[in-house]
C-alpha cells in the first residue's frame, strides 16, 4: 500500500520567515494530495491541494509544488504568521471518478512561528 | 453550509463496553470517512462509505464498523474496546470529487 513520510517533525521560524515541509510518497499511482493544518482540539482543515496533472498551485500565501518523477512534494508558506503555528499533514490517494477515496496521511509537521 | 458535525464530542468508557458515534456530513455530500488518530499511529484510514455502501476499508479488526443512513448520517461502532481504542476519531465528507473535509472528531477515552 501507500507509504507516505513527511520531514520535518518540527519547524520553528520566525514571523515573516517562509517555512517549507516535504513529503514523499510510494506508490506512483497517487494522483491527489492534499495539504490539511490542524490546530489544537480541533479536526484538520484543508488547506490546499495537488493533482498530478499540475506540477504548482499557489493560494495566497501558501503554494504546493509536486514532483511526479521524484514522487515528492511539498507544502511552501511565506510570510509566516503566529496563527500559522498549527500541526500540518500531507497526504496522497488515488482517485478516479466512482472509486473509493483513502488518504494515506504523513506523519505530521508542527511548525511553530515565533516572534 | 454547514460543516460536519460529530457526536458526542467527548466520551469516556471502560474496557470492554462499545460504543457508537455519529457522523453528519455537509449537505449534498454522499461519501463519509472514518480515520483514528492518534499520538503513536498517526491519522489512519478506517473504512468509508457512500450511497449506504462501504467502498473502502482500513486495516483495523473487526470490532470496528460501520453504516450509513439514506440521508449519508454515519455511524461507526466499536465493541469489546480495548485500551488502544483511545483515540480522536474524525469523519470526513466529500461532495464526489477528491476532496475530503474533517469535522472537529469525537475524542474517545478508554479507561
Known amino acids: 500500500g501507500e507509504n507516505v513520510e513527511q520531514h520535518p517533525s518540527t519547524l520553528s521560524v520566525q514571523e515573516g520567515d517562509s517555512a517549507v515541509i516535504k513529503c514523499t510518497y510510494s506508490?506512483?499511482?497517487?494522483?491527489?494530495f492534499p495539504w490539511y493544518k490542524q490546530e489544537l482540539g480541533k479536526g484538520p482543515q484543508l488547506i490546499i491541494d495537488i493533482r498530478s496533472n499540475v506540477g504548482e498551485k499557489k493560494d495566497q500565501r501558501i503554494a504546493v509544488t509536486l514532483n511526479k518523477t521524484a514522487k515528492h512534494f511539498s507544502l511552501h508558506i511565506t510570510e509566516t504568521q503566529p496563527e500559522d503555528s498549527a500541526v500540518y499533514f500531507c497526504?496522497?490517494?488515488?482517485?478516479?471518478?466512482?472509486?473509493?477515496?483513502?488518504?494515506?496521511f504523513g506523519t505530521g509537521t508542527r511548525l511553530q512561528v515565533t516572534l | 453550509k454547514a460543516g460536519v458535525t460529530q457526536t458526542p464530542r467527548y466520551l469516556i468508557k471502560t474496557r470492554g463496553q462499545q460504543v457508537t458515534l455519529s457522523c453528519s456530513p455537509i449537505s449534498g455530500h454522499r461519501s463519509v470517512s472514518w480515520y483514528q488518530q492518534t499520538p503513536g499511529q498517526g491519522l489512519q484510514f478506517l473504512f468509508e462509505?457512500?450511497?449506504?455502501?462501504?467502498?473502502n476499508k482500513g486495516n483495523f479488526p473487526g470490532r470496528f464498523s460501520g453504516r450509513q443512513f439514506s440521508n449519508s448520517r454515519s455511524e461507526m461502532n466499536v465493541s469489546t474496546l480495548e485500551l488502544g481504542d483511545s483515540a480522536l476519531y474524525l469523519c470526513?465528507?466529500?461532495?464526489?470529487?477528491?476532496?475530503?473535509?474533517f469535522g472537529p472528531g469525537t475524542r474517545l477515552l478508554v479507561l
Open positions: 497526504a496522497a490517494s488515488i482517485r478516479n471518478t466512482g472509486t473509493a477515496s483513502k488518504l494515506t
Open positions: 470526513a465528507s466529500g461532495g464526489g470529487a477528491e476532496t475530503q473535509y
Open positions: 506508490d506512483s499511482a497517487s494522483n491527489y
Open positions: 462509505y457512500f450511497s449506504e455502501t462501504q467502498r
